[in-house]
Nanobody
Framework: QVQLVESGGGLAQAGGSLRLSCAAS????????MGWYRQAPGKRRELVAT???????NYIYSVKGRFTISRDNAKNTVYLQMNSLKPEDTAVYYC?????????WGQGTQVTVSS
């Protein structure tokens, strides 16, 4: 079983920055992809960024050039650096880790961007 703990959410002004962290523990040896998703009120959960075992990254179009996903293998932690934040980035952000058997989710962290 994989456990994920997110941190780093909060309140930011438009144009500001926040960094989210996702610490993974448990059966992480066969995790193929880790990523960040978000869900705004009244909207479906959407993919924000992913980081594969091979080191490839992928971003949703609306965050390209503003958000950066990275990882620290020694700490089993994935980060999401969010710059130039916009009010439309307001959502609960979830960390997700996937292997061939299942997707594992963190509890979510709120990000609120004021205009």
């Amino acid at each position: 079983q994989v456990q994920l703990v997110e941190s780093g959410g909060g309140l930011a002004q438009a144009g500001g920055s926040l960094r989210l962290s996702c610490a993974a523990s448990g059966g992480i040896f066969d995790i193929n992809v880790m990523g960040w998703y978000r869900q705004a009120p009244g909207k479906r959960r959407e993919l924000v960024a992913t980081f594969t075992r091979g080191g490839s990254t992928n971003y949703i179009y609306s965050v390209k050039g503003r958000f950066t996903i990275s990882r620290d293998n020694a700490k089993n932690t994935v980060y999401l650096q969010m710059n130039s934040l916009k009010p439309e980035d307001t959502a609960v952000y979830y960390c997700c880790a996937s292997n061939e058997r299942a997707d594992y989710w963190g509890q979510g962290t709120q990000v609120t961007v004021s205009s």
